[in-house]
């Protein structure tokens, strides 16, 4: 029988690229969401029955233990870049990571490999890195021999990064963004899935790996990049940091005051996160110790940023025309 590997978070951004990849190498996928009607889409990913959504809460053992039992190996994608009521960022980074991977230790699974982020860190200036910081280490008393993948960024057709920014340009001539100056060094989702795919078959040693890709951008010139795939000249609008802090406050009372009905763009945790560059640490075990090459964000970007253009898909042929003689 074809081995079989849980994927907790198999729908989420990253979680479905794995889940493509692991299907194509023949294993069953068992994809742990929260919502199974909104992971359906993950079943034709393989023959019949051989991806299969299934409900999960890691916030529970008797459902986490549920949906390890019988698997070969766990991938762990979970994560969150807003709280939003039980879902906070202890709740889930932190414990539903160490719950993972107590269980799955004591299930006797073969392999766990487990995705955090590049800015995990206990003393990150945002509850989001101190958090993913108390998720490698509860993960790694309870699964010493995990692998643990720190990407930066990740772009891609369904990122929230490029796709909101470019959504953004569409309205008005100001691009106002957070941290200009910080730096990313952003990472393909498929990158990181043939990573993950790569540690689940056994062809990476346990431990910590950063990823990132070929080159490394400030906030600014990443959407400078973003706006010339996209065709539109605005002036990008640095907000101080100060500034930023009483916006997202502002935001969060209006959040609380809805109770959680209307969103800010931006938070608090998100503003802190921006003080510190995104990059990977000198020496850290990269993209190279899977023998993948990193792919460049122009080779990418436009197949799927075009829809943002002037005239979408045919912006290039109105610029073809306009080169064509009478």
Not at 75 to 92: H, I, R, S
Not at 196 to 204: D, F, W
Request: hydrophobic residues 45%.
């Amino acid at each position: 029988m074809s081995k079989l590997v849980t994927i907790f978070g198999g729908s989420g951004f990253v979680g479905r690229y794995i889940a493509r990849r692991m299907a194509l190498e023949g294993w069953r996928v068992r994809v742990a969401v929260r919502s199974v009607n909104e992971a359906m889409f993950v079943r034709p990913y393989g023959v019949v029955g051989q991806v299969e959504p299934i409900f999960c809460n890691i916030r529970d053992d008797a459902s986490v233990a549920a949906v390890t039992e019988g698997a070969d190996v766990v991938v762990n994608c979970v994560g969150l870049l807003d709280e939003a009521g039980k879902n906070t960022f202890d709740a889930v980074h932190a414990d539903g990571a160490g719950r993972i991977a107590r269980i799955t230790s004591d299930l006797n699974v073969a392999r766990m490999v487990h995705i955090s982020a590049i800015g995990a860190d206990e003393k990150a200036p945002s509850a989001y890195g101190r958090t993913k910081a108390a998720g490698e280490a509860a993960v790694l008393a309870g699964f010493p021999g995990a692998v643990i993948l720190r990407p930066s960024i990740i772009f891609g057709p369904e990122d929230t990064f490029f796709n909101r920014f470019a959504s953004m340009s569409r309205f008005g001539p100001v691009l106002p963004i957070v941290g200009a100056n910080a730096r990313f060094q952003p990472v393909y989702v498929d990158d990181v899935a043939a990573a993950a795919t790569k540690a689940v078959l056994g062809e990476a040693e346990a431990g910590v790996y950063e990823l990132g890709g070929p080159d490394v951008h400030s906030f600014r010139s990443l959407m400078q990049k973003m706006l010339g795939v996209v065709r539109r000249r605005r002036l990008i609008l640095n907000i101080p940091f100060w500034i930023a802090r009483i916006m997202a406050w502002g935001f969060g009372v209006g959040r609380a005051l809805s109770f959680g009905l209307v969103k800010g763009p931006v938070t608090k945790d998100q503003v802190a996160s921006l003080t510190v560059d995104n990059v990977v640490s000198e020496g850290a075990k990269g993209l190279d110790a899977f023998g993948i090459q990193a792919t460049s964000l122009d080779a990418v970007l436009p197949d799927y940023l075009w829809r943002f253009r002037p005239s979408g898909q045919y912006d290039a042929i109105k610029e073809s025309a306009k080169n064509l003689k009478a």
